[in-house]
Nanobody
Framework: QVQLKESGGGLVQAGGSLRLSCAASGRTFSSHAMAWFRQAPGKERMFVAAISWSSGNTYHADSVKGRFTISRDSAKNTGYLQMNSLKPEDTAVYYC?????????????????WGQGTQVTVSS
């Protein structure tokens, strides 16, 4: 079993930056993939970025490419989402998710483990 805990959300002005963290615990995380999703009010949860824990290979949604960067610190069992040049439309609850196996997917149905979410609000 894997437990995930996000942190780092908050209120920021447009153009600003935030770094989200996702601490994984419960079992060895070396054979997993981690992803970030977000859900804006009244909208479906959407894929943001994913990383293969063992290789470090990453993938970012087009909407955040060039502004957001997913990474991980294997020694700390922690994943990160660095968010730069934030826009009001990035406002959402951001969720960390994980699955066993190094392949990542953009569908939330592929992920078994979820954090509780952290609110990111970008003011204009």
């Amino acid at each position: 079993q894997v437990q995930l805990k996000e942190s780092g959300g908050g209120l920021v002005q447009a153009g600003g930056s935030l770094r989200l963290s996702c601490a994984a615990s419960g079992r060895t995380f070396s054979s997993h993939a981690m992803a970030w999703f977000r859900q804006a009010p009244g909208k479906e949860r959407m894929f943001v970025a994913a990383i293969s824990w063992s290789s470090g290979n990453t993938y970012h949604a087009d909407s955040v490419k060039g502004r957001f960067t997913i990474s991980r610190d294997s020694a700390k069992n922690t994943g990160y989402l660095q968010m730069n040049s934030l826009k009001p439309e990035d406002t959402a609850v951001y969720y960390c998710a994980a699955k066993y196996g190094s392949n990542w997917y953009t569908s939330e149905k592929q992920y078994n483990y979820w954090g509780q979410g952290t609110q990111v609000t970008v003011s204009s």
